[in-house]
């Protein structure tokens, strides 16, 4: 959302810094931060939940049951970016709410999938593709962004 937001919101110039097209959406830095925010306000409230659902159900099922409801959420945040931003800051919450349970279940799906004396290496590597993931679909986005 951050990239996109980025393209959404800056004027297209020429060599002079003359605007030959302005911006599709024209949001304050406040509504820009309350927008990105919102996922993370959502985010942080399901951690502890996530932890207990995660032990209480398969973990997998948990975990794929997330990540379908935050695809499908996403979906709706073009129509939800030309409603309203308050639209998208609700949109982006419930995602919040959805994906917080993701990280909880991940370990839960290493406690049963994993060998005991390899959940620690493998549970590192995977963590640390989420984190590889996001530093190289940062730059990515941009470039398809344009």
Not at 39 to 54: E, R
Not at 58 to 83: E, V, W
Request: hydrophobic share 45%.
């Amino acid at each position: 959302v951050g990239v996109a937001t980025v393209k959404m919101m800056t004027n297209q110039t020429n060599e002079e810094g003359n605007v030959i097209e302005l911006s599709e959406f024209h949001w304050s830095p406040e509504t820009i931060g309350y927008v990105d925010a919102s996922f993370f306000w959502g985010y942080i409230i399901t951690q502890l939940p996530g932890g207990f659902l995660a032990s209480r159900w398969p973990a997998n099922r948990l975990f794929g049951t997330a990540i379908f409801l935050s695809s499908c959420l996403n979906l709706l945040i073009p129509a939800a970016t030309k409603l309203d931003p308050r639209a998208v800051i609700v949109l982006r919450f419930i995602q919040g709410l959805v994906e917080g349970v993701t990280y909880p279940a991940c370990f839960g799906i290493w406690r049963w999938w994993a060998p005991p004396l390899e959940r620690s290496r493998l549970a590192t590597l995977a963590f640390c593709g989420s984190y590889g993931g996001a530093v190289l679909g940062m730059p990515v986005s941009g470039y398809l962004a344009e």
